[in-house]
């Protein structure tokens, strides 16, 4: 397997050095012939490069077999014009990984503020309210004078029923249960249609249990009681939005693990930015980025149908579960080491 790795912005450099070491132990362990071929993205490619991403890169990614990206300060690109490409955006919209899947959990070990509880967010990854990847050209939000902004939103069946796809699919390998999150009550047109195409894909699910509710709503019960979900689906940004609560319901930002996956190609990436307050400090919690390469390894067991892989995912996600319980962590989890000892803990448990 070829996995291309970007260490991306801010903490990403130390959380991703964590995550290859984690990968390259992992293919010995279990001789996956792990191929790492290291490039960069962001800051580091607008200064080499003149853009954030090249098509180049884009091309190296397609040959291989995986990317795993690492955070990007995507508040600083402002300019396409000036190779500022928010990187994200980018892979996303080229290589149409339309289901972003982020599971937020509670480890024993840590204090469980709001009880145990294991979800995931299934959240559409390719139009909504992403204004810069949902047309085919230029964007779709604009200054009509001075004073006047239009961001429009884009909703369509086909990304509607393959997102509630994979989250139907997910739902039956877990709980079987999904939960839609929309805003129907005011997007009637728009979360009518997510709605709809939801439902049509919940009658080929028949086992599955599902419920909706409305986004602002959600918000309180999934900080009254996250046990209660299982899958949740929803669009663009509400997704973002709740995925990064769920994460930090769970614990910490830091552990929020995430994949990108289309039906060719997929990309780990943790769901949290590139958090300059805490960069280079040895500080940030690697296991978000940790999580996101297992998911990658999980996805492309799946595809190849080579059973090591999800083996070696699962390894992965013990050893993350025991170092928790054992204090070998980052603060923000309760732990008691900097990132880079993390990450030795970490390889030394997976190396036992
Ligand atoms: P952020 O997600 O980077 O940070 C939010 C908070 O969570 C901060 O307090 C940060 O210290 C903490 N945090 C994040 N990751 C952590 C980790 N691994 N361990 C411990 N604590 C962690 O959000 P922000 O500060 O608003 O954004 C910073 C930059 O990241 C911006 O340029 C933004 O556009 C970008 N961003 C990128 C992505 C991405 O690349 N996928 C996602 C979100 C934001």
Known sequence: MKIIVLPG??????????????????????????????????HASLKQHGATVTPALLEKVKAADGLLLGPMSTYDFKDEAKGEINPSKFFRKSLDLFANIRPARTYSGMPARLGEFDLVVVREN????????????????????????????RITRQCCERIARSA????????????????????????????????????????????????DAMM?????APQRFDV????????????????????????GG???????????????????DIADQNIANPFSQVI????????????????AFGAAANDIFQAVADAIANGEATKDVGGRLGTRETGDALVARLSA
């Open 9 to 42: 912005d801010g903490i990403g450099p130390e959380t991703v050095a964590v995550a290859t070491r984690v990968l390259e132990t992992v293919s010995r362990r279990r001789q996956l012939d792990i191929v790492l071929e290291h490039d960069i993205a962001g």
């Open 126 to 153: 390719t139009e909504g309210f992403y204004a810069d990847r949902n047309i085919e050209s230029g964007g779709s939000e604009m200054l009509i004078t001075p004073d006047v902004a239009v961001s429009l939103r």
């Open 168 to 215: 139907f699919e997910l739902a039956m390998t877990r709980r079987k249960h999904v939960t839609l999150v929309h805003k129907a009550n005011v997007l009637k047109i728009g979360d009518g249609m997510f709605l709809d195409e939801c439902r049509k894909v919940a009658q080929e699910f028949p086992e599955v249990q599902v419920d909706d509710f409305i986004v």
């Open 220 to 224: 309180a019960h999934v900080v009254r």
């Open 232 to 255: 949740i689906v929803t669009t663009n940004m509400f997704g973002d939005i709740l995925s990064d609560l769920t994460a930090e319901l769970s614990g910490s930002l830091g552990l």
């Open 258 to 276: 995430s994949l990108n996956a289309g039906t060719q190609y997929a990309m780990g990436q943790a769901a949290h930015g590139s958090a300059p």
């Open 292 to 307: 996101s390469a297992a998911m990658l390894l999980n996805w492309y067991g799946r595809k190849t149908g080579n059973s």
